[in-house]
Protein backbone atom coordinates (compact mmCIF):
# COMPACT_ATOMS: atom_id res chain seq x y z
CA UNK A 1 0.00 0.00 0.00
CA UNK A 2 2.99 2.32 1.26
CA UNK A 3 4.37 1.92 -2.83
CA UNK A 4 1.29 2.18 -4.03
CA UNK A 5 1.13 5.52 -2.66
CA UNK A 6 4.37 6.92 -4.05
CA UNK A 7 5.98 5.81 -0.32
CA UNK A 8 9.01 4.30 1.24
CA UNK A 9 8.72 2.29 4.45
CA UNK A 10 11.39 3.60 6.21
CA UNK A 11 12.40 3.40 9.92
CA UNK A 12 11.21 6.11 12.55
CA UNK A 13 15.13 7.75 12.43
CA UNK A 14 15.04 8.03 8.89
CA UNK A 15 11.71 9.39 9.05
CA UNK A 16 12.43 11.85 11.13
CA UNK A 17 15.85 12.83 9.61
CA UNK A 18 14.21 13.10 5.79
CA UNK A 19 11.03 14.53 6.35
CA UNK A 20 10.28 18.09 5.73
CA UNK A 21 6.41 17.38 7.31
CA UNK A 22 5.62 15.06 10.22
CA UNK A 23 2.14 14.28 10.88
CA UNK A 24 1.17 12.08 13.86
CA UNK A 25 -1.59 9.41 13.52
CA UNK A 26 -1.43 6.99 16.28
CA UNK A 27 -3.01 5.94 19.16
CA UNK A 28 -1.33 6.69 22.36
CA UNK A 29 -0.50 3.43 24.19
CA UNK A 30 2.48 2.33 26.49
CA UNK A 31 4.79 2.03 23.55
CA UNK A 32 3.93 5.07 21.60
CA UNK A 33 3.55 7.50 25.09
CA UNK A 34 6.48 10.01 24.27
CA UNK A 35 7.05 8.06 20.73
CA UNK A 36 8.97 12.18 19.91
CA UNK A 37 10.89 13.50 22.77
CA UNK A 38 13.80 15.39 22.94
CA UNK A 39 16.28 12.69 21.03
CA UNK A 40 13.72 12.32 18.07
CA UNK A 41 13.21 16.56 18.06
CA UNK A 42 16.73 16.89 17.72
CA UNK A 43 16.64 14.24 14.52
CA UNK A 44 14.37 16.35 12.90
CA UNK A 45 15.57 19.16 10.09
CA UNK A 46 16.06 22.88 11.34
CA UNK A 47 13.43 23.41 8.87
CA UNK A 48 10.56 20.64 9.47
CA UNK A 49 7.52 21.15 10.98
CA UNK A 50 5.40 18.42 13.37
CA UNK A 51 1.88 18.23 13.65
CA UNK A 52 -0.02 15.97 16.19
CA UNK A 53 -3.64 15.60 15.71
CA UNK A 54 -3.91 12.26 17.29
CA UNK A 55 -3.10 12.60 21.33
CA UNK A 56 -0.83 15.09 23.03
CA UNK A 57 0.83 12.16 24.77
CA UNK A 58 2.72 11.29 21.94
CA UNK A 59 5.01 13.83 21.95
CA UNK A 60 7.02 14.81 25.13
CA UNK A 61 5.67 18.86 25.58
CA UNK A 62 8.54 20.06 27.85
CA UNK A 63 11.04 18.71 24.41
CA UNK A 64 8.86 20.00 21.95
CA UNK A 65 8.24 23.50 23.73
CA UNK A 66 12.22 23.99 24.08
CA UNK A 67 12.30 22.70 20.44
CA UNK A 68 10.17 25.57 19.06
CA UNK A 69 11.43 28.21 21.86
CA UNK A 70 15.16 27.41 20.86
CA UNK A 71 14.30 26.89 16.91
CA UNK A 72 15.10 22.98 16.36
CA UNK A 73 12.21 22.62 14.08
CA UNK A 74 10.45 25.24 11.93
CA UNK A 75 7.08 24.78 14.08
CA UNK A 76 4.56 22.65 15.08
CA UNK A 77 0.33 22.54 14.38
CA UNK A 78 -1.35 21.16 17.10
CA UNK A 79 -4.31 19.97 17.82
CA UNK A 80 -4.32 18.15 20.67
CA UNK A 81 -3.04 18.98 24.30
CA UNK A 82 -1.87 17.42 27.47
CA UNK A 83 -4.53 19.63 29.25
CA UNK A 84 -7.90 20.48 27.73
CA UNK A 85 -8.59 22.54 26.94
CA UNK A 86 -5.63 24.52 26.97
CA UNK A 87 -4.58 26.83 29.57
CA UNK A 88 -4.60 30.40 28.23
CA UNK A 89 -1.07 30.65 29.78
CA UNK A 90 0.24 27.38 27.77
CA UNK A 91 4.10 28.60 26.54
CA UNK A 92 2.39 27.02 23.53
CA UNK A 93 0.28 30.47 23.32
CA UNK A 94 3.05 32.49 23.03
CA UNK A 95 5.26 30.80 20.69
CA UNK A 96 4.61 32.35 17.18
CA UNK A 97 6.24 29.30 15.60
CA UNK A 98 3.13 26.85 16.56
CA UNK A 99 -0.55 26.66 15.20
CA UNK A 100 -3.38 25.74 17.54
CA UNK A 101 -6.65 24.33 16.92
CA UNK A 102 -9.26 23.47 19.58
CA UNK A 103 -9.10 19.35 18.39
CA UNK A 104 -11.17 19.95 15.24
CA UNK A 105 -8.69 20.59 12.80
CA UNK A 106 -10.67 17.68 10.72
CA UNK A 107 -14.23 18.71 11.35
CA UNK A 108 -15.60 19.81 7.93
CA UNK A 109 -18.99 20.30 6.97
CA UNK A 110 -19.64 16.89 5.48
CA UNK A 111 -18.00 14.89 8.27
CA UNK A 112 -20.85 16.58 10.30
CA UNK A 113 -23.47 15.88 8.28
CA UNK A 114 -21.94 12.11 7.30
CA UNK A 115 -21.99 11.77 11.29
CA UNK A 116 -25.51 12.40 12.15
CA UNK A 117 -26.32 9.77 9.51
CA UNK A 118 -23.73 7.20 11.13
CA UNK A 119 -25.17 7.53 13.77
CA UNK A 120 -28.71 7.05 12.47
CA UNK A 121 -28.21 4.07 10.76
CA UNK A 122 -26.20 2.54 13.79
CA UNK A 123 -29.24 3.07 15.83
CA UNK A 124 -31.71 1.78 12.94
CA UNK A 125 -29.65 -1.16 12.91
CA UNK A 126 -29.75 -1.81 16.54
CA UNK A 127 -33.45 -1.55 16.55
CA UNK A 128 -33.85 -3.91 13.04
CA UNK A 129 -31.43 -6.72 14.77
CA UNK A 130 -31.06 -5.83 18.25
CA UNK A 131 -27.14 -5.44 18.47
CA UNK A 132 -24.56 -3.30 16.91
CA UNK A 133 -20.67 -4.20 16.19
CA UNK A 134 -20.73 0.02 17.34
CA UNK A 135 -22.32 -0.99 21.22
CA UNK A 136 -19.20 -0.69 23.78
CA UNK A 137 -20.80 -1.10 27.07
CA UNK A 138 -23.18 -4.03 26.55
CA UNK A 139 -24.04 -4.06 30.22
CA UNK A 140 -25.99 -1.31 30.18
CA UNK A 141 -28.37 -2.39 27.61
CA UNK A 142 -28.88 -5.89 28.78
CA UNK A 143 -29.39 -4.90 32.65
CA UNK A 144 -30.66 -1.51 31.93
CA UNK A 145 -27.37 -0.12 33.84
Do not use: C
Not at 74 to 89: I, M, N, R, S, T
Not at 100 to 128: C, F, P
Amino acid sequence: MVHQAGGEQVDLETLLRESDVISLHARLTPETEKLIGERELSLMKSSAYLINTARAGLVDQTALEKALRDRKIAGAALDVFWEEPLPADSPFVSLNNVTLTSHLAGTTIESLYRSIDLVIQEVLEYLRVGDSPSVVNREVLLHGG
